[in-house]
């Protein structure tokens, strides 16, 4: 009886600085450190109007890529070299065709490096839609900024 017991004391005396790496080791498997970027808003097949905000949320602060910030690249129906360069957390997109569309963000770095993170919702822009072009809008906390060669603009 004596024997199991001193065992048992021994298997938790051991235990205990294990645990204690573990957790300075960050032991949890969800915790990777990498950056995440989630789209809030639409939801994923939202029916929409020509124009609507898009917002996400970043695990980093963003920012213009001129503070050295991580920034988002907003795009339209894969055409990730015709994006616009957001700061912040939302963008309004304007002018959608009517029909289905994918719209696209993805997490860079302030030298337009892939910070490896990025979303996308599918929305249907109802009937009324406007232009197939859309324009740029730029919402609180964004840069606005155009970037890539394409045509659209946002």
Avoid at 48 to 73: C, E, I, M, Y
Wanted: glycine share 16%.
């Amino acid at each position: 009886m004596v024997t199991t017991t001193w065992r048992a004391a021994a298997a938790a005396v051991a235990t205990v600085p294990l645990l204690g790496l573990l957790a300075a080791c960050g032991g949890s498997s969800s915790g990777s450190g990498s950056p995440t970027l989630d789209i809030t808003s639409p939801a994923n097949g939202a029916h929409v109007g020509s124009s609507f905000p898009v917002t996400w949320h970043s695990s980093v602060t963003l920012g213009a890529p001129d503070t050295g910030r991580d920034h988002v690249h907003v795009f339209v129906d894969g055409h990730a070299n015709d994006y616009t360069v957001v700061g912040g957390d939302q963008f309004t997109l304007k002018g959608l065709a009517p029909g289905k569309h994918t719209v696209d963000v993805t997490l860079q770095h302030a030298d337009h490096s892939s910070a490896g993170a990025q979303d996308q919702v599918s929305v249907t822009v109802g009937q009324g839609g406007g232009t197939s072009t859309p324009s740029p809008s730029a919402s609180t906390g964004s840069s606005g900024s155009t970037g890539g060669s394409g045509g659209y603009g946002y």
